[in-house]
Structures are given as structure tokens and as C-alpha cells.
């Protein structure tokens, strides 16, 4: 098996605020192999743009990376990197794009200016060089007439043109790691289309790996070959895509499939996931799904679940592992007695 | 977890059971009828704020709503569904065009008239955040409908209060709270309730579960389809997610740049969608199957500027339809019928009253062709 | 660089928690009432009576002892009980002069902000013109020209020239309120505007009213000092903190204390409500935070 890129082993990242820590990753490991797409799924509060910043140590006061923490990458320990290295890194061999086109780039500057200040910022070359693989990047990324777009400003492009831009300054290094932080939420689903199509094709260009971190299973299926889905500050369940679409084994991650409304079905009723996500505070004991699982039993509440592995590269975090013919018995998840909905 | 009858049956009686509705409905006529709906903002410049233009955000849109009917409004941003859905209840003016509720006209009413019809038509909006005062109590927040249209007072709003809060799955006790002390899906789960309070027979759905975790949309999509059947309530349900939208429409418009370019029954728009943007929008949807090879259509360049839409057909820019050619570009299309129930607005795609004489004078050369791409929909 | 708090933290804190865990609030908070109490209750407080002269030649312009501990004054004034006594004045002056000033303020930016059009362009620029006026220069002149003049008109006119800046703030808050989507529902349920106005826009543009309070007695009061100590602010026998460290003035390099009390007083109370006023706006802000 050839080296992982990106080795993430044991991440903590917790925030202290006065009494309370919140836990939002709370011993998270996975690796990303080079050329690869990894998918983060997760819905919000469950950590995975925490995770997603504490790879670029972007995480300020009151949160921190625990110590025990590791993240490999090109041999070093990102954890305890000094700043000047881990600057080294940022956009050059680990870029990231962000949700909020709008708000990841500078109104009063042009974003030539701004694509060609990544490269500027790494020493590379002149201003005109800058400048020259700017508008090479910008015509990579499809945006039509770069010459003069290059010269605008960004409330002057459209939300997809915006995106295009951020990926253009992503890939100005040729990086080896592109984290994806939910690139196409804010996006129109047409552009969305013209965005995901995008990214496959440029790493297939570049051989980049990307970290694909989204809600959206759909996303997921398109553009990730390898997926983990994260509850509550864990990881609840890695596998290939295939494998995580046709078996999963982790009831949330089974619940979150059949919540998705989808085209191709009837109209009924959508199964959902009664409750709701715990607090980062307040972590339940045992396993964290157990109070919505429909499976659940005594087991659940006393032991934490381990990673148990399902089958070669499949791991779920569920003592179904151990007692599969439970699944055959479910019954109404306890928040259901409490009554009060999400 | 479907119920006992296999998912075809369930769809062919489900089906049946809506058209008896709507045959029902028809006998009535429709509860809501929008005719030539247009809403222009001007665009103003300079230091006196000159009124230079106009960006005609609704542009002359016209359909029915019948009784019980979930009718949905899908597009992309900058299509005027949000303009639509507010201009009906009248929270923004529209510049022209009628509005019938149940007979009367919307739009010509005055203080008065339009306070009582505000009964009748309620709107749920999209940012769980916003759409709450932070300095009010959820129950204030819910008997406010009560106390301005003098429904009831004192212990018997309170009354009314806390039964609305368990109506839509919250504790009566809840009713103390502020809005910052929930969440996201209990904060729209508390304006269904204040929409609810006035005792409506028509609501608006502005992209009731946008902001919601997929999770929680699920329990609310089902709670606005149980308050349907309980309440036999109207929807125009606005959303720019195509899944969503399936579960919860009878009848689907799809809007482009102010326009409505396709109206359908949901089965038949997403089964056999005939105008070419439809069938790029089904198509953009991710499928969360990754045996599922797409051939996707991507449409070109973005949506252009609603201050200066292109002539003719607002789509023809990004149009793939073999026959476009040049009366595309000079002729609005208008809106016919090109099945039963199906309406869609495209001078190509035949039956067209658009006569080929009176496209060959606006420079036509690609006479109409029915055109479906093939596997690109399900 | 970013920092994601989770939102369950903030829900738990309200208003006077996040207070209670703002030092600085607490110090200020506890140095103002340390000040306002005994002036407020200043005939308790006071040792002797302020305008009690009692050994014109012995107990003159003696410094701070046991039994004087702010010293006296030529006329052998006990100075804490005028420090005390002037206290009261200065802050009854301050707070009325300001809470006027915000009543004003408020109700002339929501009216501008909510009615809109040619009234509200109308209504700014007279404010405009307002605010190109001097106000301390207007005051001075105001106040030398009409001599003697009444603790009350003082407190008008003060009040009447203080008011701009807030009504600037207002409207701009009204106007962004003006859109949200609770007012809209408001209208969507048959609200009318004056409900509108006193149930929805009121109460959310409450953070700077306070503020501004806050601050402006402080501005007040440093105001009122100011005009006091050229003498043409409160006028004798009435003794506010600008006039008592005016008494003391000329002597300043051999009887220090007597200007010296008076002037640590206004300085430390002006500290204290700004602290306040500060840490009130950052307490009443973040209440929306991101999911």
C-alpha cells in the first residue's frame, strides 16, 4: 500500500469557553492516499469544517489542537509545525476552498490581483509571472475572456464565477491537498453541475488530492471514491463509496440515506431521524446515536463503540458489529417517548 | 417503510386519489388565480438616484392554484420565485396583474379588505433566524396573529397558543422561551405555528427548508404534508431543491428569469420534462448513487442579469434545442399546452400557436422539432 | 483567521451573565455606584452640611484631616459634603439633560427611518444643518448671553443640542430592521404600522439607545463641568463639581484639595460610565450567532 498523503491520527480539537469544553472533534483518524477523493459527510455541529481547519491549524483561542494529536503530511507533524512552516504549506501544499465565495475574497482588490498574490506570497517568480499563471489558472478553471476578467472585482462576477476563481487560487501552487469545504452549498444546482464536473477534472489533470467535506450525499456519490461519515465529533463510518451506498452499516448513516428526499422515488413520507444533534458540550455517554438509534440496547448505553471493522475497508463505529440479528428487531428510538423534535 | 401496497401501486392511487381532488377542486374553481403578475424595480444611479432602468423581476406571470393543491415554484436565484410567492400576499406591491383569492382581487383591496384577506393567505419564510423577533417570546410571537384579528383573548389565546405548540410537535410549555434558546428546525416548526394562528387557507412556503439539515428537513416536510391533509390547506411551496420538491407537489412550475418557462403535474414534469432548461436542471442534480452513470447536461456560461434579459426567449442564450435559430432570439414564446396539464413555453417544441409563418418573418429556419435528450432523466 | 464558538455556549448565556463575566464591566459598574449612592443620598451621607460655614477663621482652607477627610474650603466648607452635595446636582443634571437628549434622538430617527421618502430626506438634512453647529461653542454662547439662568433651562437646552448622533444611529438601525423577515410576517399577519413600530422595531433597536445613555451622561457631565468652571453653567448658591473646582482655582498650588476632590470625581465617574456604556454594547450585541 503506497504512503497516505495526509495522515490525520487521533485529532482533538476542543474549544474552552469559561466552565464548558466543547468537544467538536474528538479523536478523528483517517488517511487520504495521493490522487485520491476522500468525502467528509456530516450535517452541522458534527465537526467536520472543525476538522477541515485544524488540518491548516486555522483554529484560534478558545479552541485548540489537543495534545496526542497528530496530522501527517509529507513527513512532517502538522500539529506541532512552527508557524513559519506550517505558512509554508498554506496555499502552496495544502490549499482550501470555502463555502462563501463571496466572503473568501477581498471586494477591494481585483481577483487577478488576488489569484496572483498566492503565488507572489510563495516566492515564485515577478509580478508579470504572478500575473501570467494567474490568468493561466483562470482560464483552466473555464471562466471565459480571462485577460479582462482577470481585471475585475469580485462583486462584479456571478456566485458560480466566484467559486471558479477560489479554485483557480487553490490550484495556483499545484498543490497536493485541496480541501473542499462545502465548495458548491451556496451555489445555484446548474452551477453546481458546471462546479463539481470541475474539480474531477482537474484532479484528474493534476493528480491532486482532495478532501471533499459537504452535507450533500449526492455530492459525495459523484465526486469521492473513498467516504467517512462523521456524528458528533467522530468518525461513524468509512467505506468506499460504492460500499457506503449500497451497504451501510451504521444506522445514522442508514437514516441520513432514507431522510434524503430523491427524483427517482414516489412521493411518501420521508423516514426521518427523530431528535436531534447533541451539544459539543454535552456528549452523551456510550454510544452518541443511541437515543435516536432504532436499534439500540443496554450495550449501547454502557460501552462507547469502537471502530469495528465491517469488512476490508469498511469500519463503522456500532455494536451492531458484534450482534448483527439485532438489526432484525427495531424499535421506536427513545427520543420518540420524549416527544419533542428537532 | 412505505406501507403495505408495492411503490408503483402506491404512486397509481396516490395519483388517483389527486386528480379526483382536482376534479373536485375544478368543480369549485381555483382558490387562487394570478394573472400577468409583473413586478419591475427600478434601478436608480447617480446622485439624484435617476431612475435608469428597470429589472422586471416578475415578468407577466399567470397561473391557478386549486383548492388542496400543492403547487411548487422551482428555479435558480434571480428567477423572481421569492418576488412571486411575497407579491401574491402582497407584501411587495406588484407593479400589474390581478391576484384572485377565492373570487376576489388582491390587489384592489384596500386597509381594511386586505387585513381580513391577510387571514386567509399566510407565508412561511426561509431563515430560521431572521424570521422570529429575538426580543419576543415564541408564544407572543404566535398569538400576535390572534390579538391583531381579535380571534380570541386572554386564557383562550393562551389556549389556543399552547395547542398550535403541540400541534407542530413542540412542548405547550415552550411557550415562554425566546428564539435564540431553539433550534433551527424547532424555530420553523414555531413560524408554522404563528402562520397557522389566523387559521389560513393558503400559505406560502418560501423555502421552508433551505436552511435545514437533511435530517431535519425530512420531519418537517412530513409535518407541512400531515397539517395539509389535516387542515385542507393550499400551498405555493417555493424551493430551488428539485427533491424536495418532488415530495411535495401536485403541480410544478419551473420559473427563468421572471418567466414561467414550464407547468406540470410533478410525475409528468419529472418524468418527460419538455423545455430544455428543465431538462438541464433535472440533470444538475447530484444522485446519491455512484452506480448511476449520468450523462449530464451542463449548460453554459451563467444566468444572465434580470436588468438586461435577453430578447425573445429569456433561455436562448443558453438554449440546446436542435431547432434554435433566429425567431428564437425575436419571439417570446408564450405559455401552451404541449400535453394534457402541460404547459411549457417554447416556440420549437410542437403544438406551437406560434404559426411557422410568423417565425420564418422573425428569421426562423429550424421548423419546430420535439426533442427529448435521450438518458438524461429518469 | 477563524474561530468557530459553538452555538449551545452562547444560548446559554444571556445578557447578565455575559456581564458578569466581563471584568471591567463588574469594576465600573461597582465604581458608579460607589459614586451615584452617596450623592444620591447625599444628606446621609454628609458629614456636615454643605453650605454650613462654621469658624471662617480657624477651620479655613485646612487640609484633609480625620474630621475633614476632603479638607476645606476658604470659607470653611467641609469639601466632601460639597463634593457630595454637588455630586447629586451634576448627576441629576446629567441623567435628565440625557435622557432627554435620547427621547429625542429616538423618536426623530425611527419616525425618519420608518416613513421614508421625501420626509425622511427632509428630516436628514436638517439634521445635517443641526450638526454643523458647534454645540460646546453654541452652549458658551447661549449661556454667557443669558446670565442667571435657571438649573432647568440649563438642562433643556443642554438636552435639546444633544440628540443628533443618536437619531443618526437610530434611523440606520430602523432601516435595517425595517427589512427583516419578522417585521414582514408582521405585515403578513395584518400588523399595522404603529404595532409594527412598538412591538417589533423598538425593542431591537434598544442596544444603542442604552449605550448612548450611558455614554452621554458621561458627556454631560463633563459638559456641565466645563460650563460650570468658566461660570457660566450652574450658578451660586447651587454648587455642582465645575463649580467647586472653579472655587478652588486660583489656589490650586497651595490648597490642592480643594479643586482636587471634585476633579477626581468627575473623572473617575465620566471612566465609569463609558466602561459601562462599553461593556453594555458588547453584553446586549451577539445575540445572533451563526449555526
Known amino acids: 500500500m503506497t504512503e497516505p498523503l495526509l495522515s490525520v491520527e487521533d485529532l482533538r480539537t476542543y474549544f474552552h469557553t469559561g466552565a464548558e469544553v466543547a468537544k467538536s472533534v474528538d479523536c478523528v483518524s483517517f488517511t487520504v492516499a495521493p490522487g485520491e477523493t476522500l468525502g467528509i459527510v456530516g450535517e452541522s455541529g458534527c465537526g467536520k469544517s472543525v476538522t477541515a481547519l485544524s488540518i491548516l491549524r486555522l483554529i484560534q483561542q478558545p479552541g485548540r489542537i489537543e495534545r496526542g494529536s497528530k496530522i501527517m503530511f509529507e513527513g512532517k507533524d502538522l500539529v506541532t509545525l ?115 464536473e470541475l474539480l474531477v477534472d482537474l484532479q484528474k489533470k493534476f493528480g491532486t488530492s482532495i478532501l471533499m467535506i459537504t452535507h450533500d450525499l449526492g455530492v459525495i456519490a459523484e465526486t469521492a471514491s473513498r467516504v467517512i461519515v462523521m456524528y458528533c465529533g467522530e468518525v461513524v463510518e468509512e467505506a468506499d463509496v460504492k460500499t457506503l451506498f449500497e451497504a451501510a452499516h451504521h444506522p445514522y448513516t442508514e437514516g441520513l440515506m432514507h431522510a434524503m428526499p430523491q427524483l427517482g422515488e414516489p412521493r411518501s413520507r420521508l423516514n426521518v431521524i427523530p431528535g436531534a444533534v447533541p451539544p459539543p458540550t454535552d456528549w452523551p455517554k456510550g454510544c452518541r446515536f443511541r437515543e435516536r438509534c432504532p436499534y439500540s440496547w443496554e450495550l449501547c448505553e454502557q460501552e462507547h463503540p469502537p471502530l469495528y471493522q465491517i469488512s476490508e475497508a469498511h469500519t463503522s463505529r456500532c455494536h451492531l458489529a458484534i450482534e448483527p440479528e439485532r438489526r432484525a428487531h427495531p424499535h421506536p428510538p427513545l427520543v420518540e417517548q420524549l416527544g419533542v423534535p428537532a | 417503510m412505505s406501507g403495505s401496497l408495492p411503490s408503483w401501486a402506491m404512486e397509481t392511487s396516490d395519483r388517483i386519489k389527486m386528480v379526483d381532488r382536482l376534479r373536485e377542486a375544478e368543480k369549485q374553481g381555483p382558490l387562487i388565480s394570478v394573472k400577468n403578475l409583473t413586478k419591475s424595480f427600478p434601478i436608480k444611479r447617480g446622485i439624484f438616484a435617476r431612475t435608469s432602468g428597470h429589472v422586471r423581476a416578475v415578468n407577466d406571470v399567470s397561473f391557478d392554484i386549486a383548492r388542496g393543491e400543492t403547487l411548487s415554484l422551482v428555479g435558480e436565484s434571480g428567477c423572481g420565485k421569492t418576488t412571486t410567492g411575497r407579491s401574491i400576499l402582497r407584501l411587495i406591491e406588484p407593479t400589474s396583474g390581478e391576484i384572485v383569492f377565492d373570487g376576489k382581487d388582491v390587489c384592489r383591496l384596500g386597509v381594511s379588505g386586505l387585513r381580513a384577506a391577510r387571514r386567509e393567505m399566510q407565508i412561511i419564510f426561509q431563515d430560521p433566524v431572521s424570521s422570529l423577533n429575538p426580543r419576543m417570546t415564541v408564544g407572543a410571537a404566535i398569538r400576535e396573529g390572534i390579538t391583531i384579528h381579535r380571534l380570541a ?107 414561467i418557462v414550464e407547468l406540470a403535474a410533478a410525475e409528468d414534469l419529472y418524468r418527460d420534462p419538455i423545455m430544455p432548461y428543465t431538462q438541464a436542471l433535472l440533470s444538475a442534480v447530484p444522485i446519491a448513487d455512484p452506480k448511476v452513470e449520468k450523462t449530464r447536461i451542463l449548460l453554459q456560461g451563467d444566468v444572465p442579469s434580470p436588468a438586461s434579459p435577453p430578447s425573445g426567449c429569456v433561455f436562448h442564450p443558453r438554449c440546446f434545442h436542435p431547432a434554435k435559430d433566429a425567431a428564437c432570439t425575436k419571439i417570446v414564446p408564450p405559455l401552451e399546452e404541449k400535453a394534457p396539464g402541460h404547459l411549457v413555453a417554447c416556440i420549437k417544441q410542437p403544438p406551437t400557436s406560434v404559426t411557422w409563418d410568423a417565425q420564418e418573418k422573425a428569421g426562423g429556419v429550424n421548423k419546430p422539432a420535439r426533442y427529448l435528450p435521450v438518458a438524461a432523466v429518469h | ?109 425611527a419616525i425618519a427611518g420608518l416613513v421614508g421618502g421625501v420626509v425622511e430626506t427632509v428630516m436628514m438634512r436638517i439634521l445635517d444643518a443641526l450638526l454643523s453647529i ?37 434611523r440606520g438601525q430602523v432601516l435595517a430592521i425595517k427589512h427583516e423577515e419578522y417585521v414582514l410576517s408582521a405585515r403578513a399577519l395584518g400588523a399595522g404600522r404603529t404595532r409594527t413600530l412598538i412591538k417589533h422595531i423598538l425593542p431591537n433597536i434598544l442596544t444603542p439607545v442604552i449605550v448612548a445613555t450611558a455614554l452621554g451622561v458621561g458627556h454631560v457631565i463633563l459638559l456641565e463641568a466645563g460650563l460650570s468652571y468658566l461660570g457660566i453653567g450652574v450658578q451660586p448658591p447651587a454648587a455642582s463639581w465645575g463649580s467647586i473646582i472653579q472655587d478652588g482655582a486660583d489656589q490650586i498650588a497651595t490648597y490642592w484639595w480643594i479643586s482636587f476632590f471634585p476633579g477626581m470625581a468627575i473623572v473617575l465617574t465620566v471612566m465609569a460610565f463609558n466602561a459601562l456604556g462599553d461593556a453594555l454594547r458588547e453584553a446586549l450585541e451577539p445575540r445572533r450567532a451563526k449555526s
Open chain 1, 82 to 196: 512552527d508557524d513559519s512552516g506550517m505558512r509554508d504549506i498554506r496555499g502552496n501544499r495544502i490549499s482550501m476552498i470555502f463555502q462563501e465565495p463571496m466572503s473568501a475574497l477581498n471586494p477591494v482588490f481585483t481577483v487577478g490581483d488576488q489569484v496572483a498574490e498566492v503565488a507572489r506570497i510563495h516566492g515564485s517568480g515577478s509580478r508579470q509571472q504572478a500575473w501570467d499563471r494567474a490568468v493561466e489558472m483562470l482560464t483552466l478553471t473555464g471562466i471565459p475572456a480571462p485577460e479582462e476578467r482577470a481585471k475585475s472585482y469580485p462583486h462584479q462576477l456571478s456566485g458560480g464565477m466566484r467559486q471558479r476563481v477560489l479554485i483557480a487560487m487553490a490550484l495556483m501552487m499545484n498543490p497536493a491537498l485541496v480541501i473542499a469545504d462545502e465548495p458548491t452549498t451556496a451555489l445555484d444546482v446548474t452551477i453546481q453541475a458546471q462546479i463539481l
Open chain 2, 153 to 259: 383573548e386572554g386564557a383562550a389565546a393562551d389556549a389556543i397558543v399552547k395547542r398550535l405548540l403541540e400541534e407542530v410537535g413542540l412542548r405547550a410549555e415552550y411557550s415562554t422561551r425566546y428564539p435564540h434558546e431553539f433550534s433551527g428546525g424547532q424555530r420553523q416548526r414555531i413560524g408554522i405555528a404563528r402562520a397557522l394562528a389566523v387559521e389560513p387557507r393558503f400559505i406560502v412556503c418560501d423555502e421552508p427548508v433551505s436552511a435545514l439539515d437533511v435530517s431535519v428537513q425530512a420531519q418537517v416536510i412530513n409535518l407541512l404534508r400531515d397539517l395539509q391533509k389535516e387542515r385542507q390547506l393550499t400551498y405555493l411551496f417555493i424551493a430551488h431543491d428539485l427533491s424536495v420538491v418532488r415530495h411535495m407537489s401536485d403541480r410544478v412550475a419551473v420559473m427563468y428569469l421572471g418567466k
Open chain 3, 1 to 109: 483567521m477563524i474561530t468557530e464558538v459553538p452555538l449551545a455556549l452562547w444560548r446559554k448565556h444571556s445578557v447578565a451573565r455575559r456581564l458578569r463575566a466581563n471584568r471591567s464591566a463588574i469594576a465600573a459598574i461597582a465604581l458608579m455606584l460607589a459614586i451615584v449612592i452617596p450623592c444620591a443620598l447625599a444628606p446621609a451621607f454628609a458629614p456636615y452640611d454643605p453650605t454650613a460655614q462654621p469658624d471662617i477663621i480657624g477651620l479655613r482652607s485646612q487640609p484633609p484631616s480625620a474630621l475633614h477627610p476632603f479638607g476645606t474650603d476658604p470659607f470653611s466648607r467641609d469639601v466632601l459634603s460639597r463634593v457630595l452635595y454637588g455630586g447629586r446636582l451634576s448627576l441629576s443634571i446629567a441623567l435628565v439633560a440625557t435622557l432627554l437628549s435620547v427621547t429625542l434622538g429616538t423618536a426623530y430617527g
Open chain 3, 134 to 170: 458647534p454645540r460646546l461653542l453654541l452652549l458658551i454662547a447661549i449661556f454667557a448671553a443669558w446670565r442667571q439662568l435657571p438649573i432647568a433651562s440649563f438642562i433643556l437646552i443642554v438636552g435639546f443640542t444633544g440628540w443628533y448622533g443618536l437619531s443618526r444611529i437610530v
